[in-house]
């Protein structure tokens, strides 16, 4: 199975900050790679896929980019909604595995 | 609108079973692949199964092979989750979701929490 190792488990920002998260998988995955955004007792919500494509909906805020084994979810400045766990997921192959979650609270 | 509503979540002794549901409406069910997925309390998400449009080819998690069945009636927008051999590993919320044709997921329920304990 393939492993996806975010980084960092944990982050705290504040509103307006630029945040990143780094997703790291144990082969090589092309672009077969998408981020979520889960906020408490609610469903996970797809933000990026394809590694860099903004899902419908999603504010330009968001971005992703990388391939093959590191790949990163950028957020160019922090709004109070966007305070939630964010889960890369990879698709290259069965099982599409998550990697463990980044938690992103407010400072 | 796409939704996604599942049921049959409950509270099950070891060993027991459960059937989930998952109800779909907005799309044309029978167009797509759909998944389970699962979140134990306070953990990390973990796919459980996914089973193609037309039901040719079912994948499932390590962890339920063996003891979970997935299905769909595409007559009645459905899928469908059989839990036999239940363990108090399996508590968890579990969601449906729609896989797209880039395979990520699109949309997914609201979760239905099956908790297995005596």
């Known amino acids: 199975d393939i492993q996806l190792t975010q980084s960092p488990s944990f982050l705290s920002a504040s509103v307006g900050d630029r945040v990143t998260i780094t997703c790291r998988a144990s082969?090589?995955?092309?672009?077969?790679l998408a981020w979520y955004q889960q906020k408490p007792g609610k469903a996970p919500k797809l933000l990026i896929y394809a590694a860099s494509t903004l899902q419908s909906g999603v504010p330009s805020r968001f971005s992703g980019s990388g391939s093959g084994t590191e790949f990163t979810l950028t957020i160019s400045s922090l709004q109070p909604e966007d305070f939630a766990t964010y889960y890369c997921?990879?698709?290259?192959?069965?099982?599409?595995?998550f990697g463990q979650g980044t938690r992103l609270e407010i400072k | 609108e796409v939704q996604l509503v599942e049921s049959g979540g409950g509270l099950v002794k070891p060993g027991g079973s459960l059937r989930l549901s998952c109800a779909a409406s907005g799309f044309t069910f029978s167009s797509y692949s759909m998944n389970w997925v699962r979140q134990a309390p306070g953990k990390g998400l973990e796919w459980v199964s996914s089973i193609s449009s037309s039901s040719s080819y079912i994948y499932y998690a390590d962890s339920v092979k063996g003891r979970f069945t997935i299905s769909r009636d595409n007559a009645k927008n459905s899928l469908y989750l059989q839990m036999n051999s239940l363990r108090a590993e399996d508590t968890a919320v579990y969601y449906c979701?729609?896989?797209?044709?880039?395979?990520?997921?699109?949309?997914w329920g609201q979760g239905t929490l099956v908790t297995v304990s005596s």
């Open positions: 082969q090589g995955i092309s672009s077969y």
């Open positions: 997921q990879q698709l290259n192959s069965y099982p599409p595995t």
């Open positions: 979701a729609r896989n797209t044709a880039m395979s990520e997921f699109d949309y």
